[in-house]
């Protein structure tokens, strides 16, 4: 039967083009139910407005604002120039007055304005010890970054520059993506929130690189030492005594014990939800993407393999991976061009904010509170404000969040 090779090859074309048909209904399919779980998320407006707070006060590029959690209600503001400022937790304070001061020996330019000091927590002890903990550019090694202790001046109302001990020294091959945000978490440890080192792209590498420091979120113990250093390595670390192959001949070598997490671009900012103990990011994209991270103990955030959700690199796709965590929040450059990590609000003065992680775009100047629910995320809300460069979130003894702009102000939130 000289024509059943051509019935047959005809049947099956019809077979392949019924499965195309099959496949392409399938993958729409899923693409709409990813876009269904994508409009889920409830979006709009939020009945809560940005304010000016503490408005008889401007300060230098205001980095950090937080509070030494010793009851005594202070407000404590840092200038990216190597200054620290305190004053009273009064709406109509008049006047800070200088804490540390360390600008001689902190790098910061106007051209290069991702150096300088960029954070600084107090000891968790600290109504005890009078400790507490810079990062900064140091002004005397290039593009070197160090953690250091400082301690209360006899007087205990300011801190002593003298008492300096630099528990840290991080090398950084560029001026950018220093990250700097640290922050003691519920367990006592120091979290460091490091950037890849710079320029663009990650072209060392190390956002993927267990051997170096850099790309990673720090956990450390500063109140102990050990293996020749100023700090202790926590013993539950995720890294600590791991081999990991370094060449294709398979030499291996061990990974840095103090990284907690991994695959980060450039946190900015990061901070611990006072109630649940969470850690949150904001991790600035590059190209496409900024997004928000809960971080968990080991995790590999992707970068620079993926940025946000989606593959950076040429010869990748956007297909899930268990390796590598996703964002719980992230949006597009369309929207805004450089995430500012902000933090959970646990207040009492504004309920609507309660529970949600508020945070902002640097460039387009646009305010948001994300709500989780512990799984997923469930809504992201604007906030009402004027639009302006945020340059970095903070809180008070009290729970109240605070932003600053680079023209000097604070502000907080309040209901509409």
């Not at 469930?378 to 340059?391: F, H, S």
Request: proline share 4%; with cysteine.
């Amino acid at each position: 039967m000289p024509e059943f090779p051509q019935v047959y090859l005809l049947v099956e074309k019809i077979v392949k083009k019924m499965l195309a048909v099959v496949f392409a209904i399938s993958g729409l399919s899923a693409c709409l139910n990813a876009v269904a779980a994508e409009e889920a998320v409830k979006e709009g407006p939020l009945a809560v407005k940005a304010v000016r707070a503490f408005e008889n006060l401007v300060f230098e590029r205001p980095i950090v604002v937080t509070h030494a959690a010793d009851g005594s209600d202070r407000v404590f503001v840092a200038e990216q120039d190597g200054i620290i400022k305190v004053f009273p937790n009064d709406a109509d304070v008049e006047e800070a007055t200088v804490f540390l001061d360390i600008d001689e020996r902190c790098r910061y330019k106007d051209n290069q304005n991702e150096e300088g000091l960029l954070g600084f927590a107090f000891h968790p002890k600290f109504k005890e010890n009078g400790q507490l903990f810079v990062y900064y550019t140091t002004a005397s090694e290039d593009h070197t970054s160090f953690v250091s202790r400082f301690t209360l001046a006899k007087d205990a109302k300011t801190v002593d520059p003298e008492s300096e001990e630099v528990i840290m020294k991080i090398p950084q091959p560029f001026w950018n993506h220093n990250g700097g945000t640290i922050a003691f978490g519920p367990d006592g440890f120091l979290y460091i929130g490091l950037g890849d080192g710079g320029s663009g792209n990650d072209p060392e590498g190390n956002g993927q690189n267990l051997r170096t420091l850099l790309g990673s979120i720090l956990r450390i113990d500063v109140d102990s030492k050990s293996d020749g250093k100023s700090y202790g390595i926590p013993k539950d670390n995720p890294f600590v005594d791991l081999e990991i192959v370094i060449d294709r001949r398979g030499k291996t070598a061990k990974a840095m014990p103090e990284i907690y997490a991994y695959g980060l671009r450039n946190i900015w900012r990061m901070s611990f939800d006072r109630e649940t103990g969470k850690l949150w990011v904001g991790d600035v994209g590059q190209n496409l993407w900024e997004e928000i991270n809960i971080i968990e103990k080991g995790g590999n955030y992707g970068w620079n393999i993926r940025e946000a959700k989606h593959w950076f690199r040429p010869d990748g796709n956007d297909e899930k991976t268990d390796k590598l965590i996703d964002p719980v929040w992230e949006y597009n450059h369309s929207v805004g061009k450089s995430i500012t990590g902000g933090g959970v609000y646990r207040g009492k003065e504004v309920p609507a904010l309660v529970g949600k992680y508020v945070y902002a775009d640097y460039v387009t100047g646009l305010l948001w509170a994300l709500e989780h629910d512990g799984t997923r995320t469930v809504a992201n809300y604007t906030l009402t404000g004027d639009k302006l460069p945020v340059m970095s979130f903070g809180e008070d003894q009290n729970g109240e969040v605070y932003f600053t702009t680079t023209f000097g102000q604070l502000y907080k939130f309040q209901a509409e």
